[in-house]
């Protein structure tokens, strides 16, 4: 079971304890031997349920073990203090489900949900492609490139990540998808190859290129002030009042569907497209 399923050894207790296990059909313990051409059936829960798509957000494919939804910005994924009724989880559904990956509150974009823990492990040990789009200051020169700069977290800091040689390692490949000269901004994506915390806001700020309405990275923010960009930044951090990172394309092989490519993409949020209308 945790070898050709890719089940935790907590799954397999689960199922053990609350589930049903039949080997040729009959009752069989987690730690009866199996033969080849043996047929193995376990059960835990059913997986059937519908997720309810809360206002803002969308569920672009659903089935019976997990859902891509793209999230809005300004909610955060996981239930916390101060969000207990309303996270995206939260919303989605009553029972306990398992985000395989999390965007930060500000954050708009796709992400995987689970709807149990057999299929949060299997997605988890899934290679999924992830690109953002974000609005940058300056233009990156090259135009596009690979960002490798570790990663460490700030020392008397909760939540700022600098770019430090001896930070865990991380790969952030970037292309530039549009530059506006009269405002001196990038439309930016952004691949990751790795997947730290702030990755795509550290490494751009590290570069000179931090994102618009980065309260924490940006140019107005207390932690990393760019004097240089701040006349720019008080006209577009007002104007997109959050951080202007999208997560827009998934790519992965479904562990479900006999390794089917699957590819989803969502649009720049209207927050976004506004600000580059008014630049074009």
Known sequence: MRREFKMSTTWVKR???????????????????????????FEYEDNSEK??????AAILYENEHYAVVNKP?????????????????????????????RLDRE?????????????????????????YQALCYGRFEPSS????????????SVMIRDCVPDGKPSVTHYKTLRYFDQSDISLVEFELETGRCHQIRTHSC?????????????????????????????????MIGR????????EYEDPFEDNKVRIFEADLPSDMQDVISKMT
């Not at 490139?145 to 008397?156: S, V």
């Open 145 to 156: 490139g690979t960002m490798n700069f570790p990663i460490a977290r700030r020392p008397n």
């Open 243 to 250: 951080v202007a990172l999208h997560a827009y394309r998934l």
């Open 51 to 56: 997720l309810t798509c809360p206002p803002g």
């Open 73 to 101: 910005a300004g909610m955060v994924t996981h239930p916390s203090h101060g969000h207990l009724d309303d996270s995206l989880l939260t919303n989605l559904s009553k029972n306990s489900l398992h985000p395989v990956m």
């Open 206 to 238: 590290h570069v000179g290129h931090p994102l618009l309405g980065d309260g924490l990275y940006g140019p107005l923010s207390d932690d990393n002030p760019n004097e240089s960009l701040k006349e720019n930044a008080g006209i577009y951090d007002h």
């Open 107 to 131: 954050t708009s974009g796709l992400l995987i949900v689970a709807k149990d823990g057999y299929s949060h492990n299997m997605l988890a040990n899934t290679d999924i492609k992830k690109r």
């Open 15 to 41: 199922v053990k304890l609350y589930g049903k296990v039949e080997l040729n059909g009959v009752h069989a313990r987690v730690k009866d031997r199996v033969k080849t051409g043996d047929e193995l059936f």
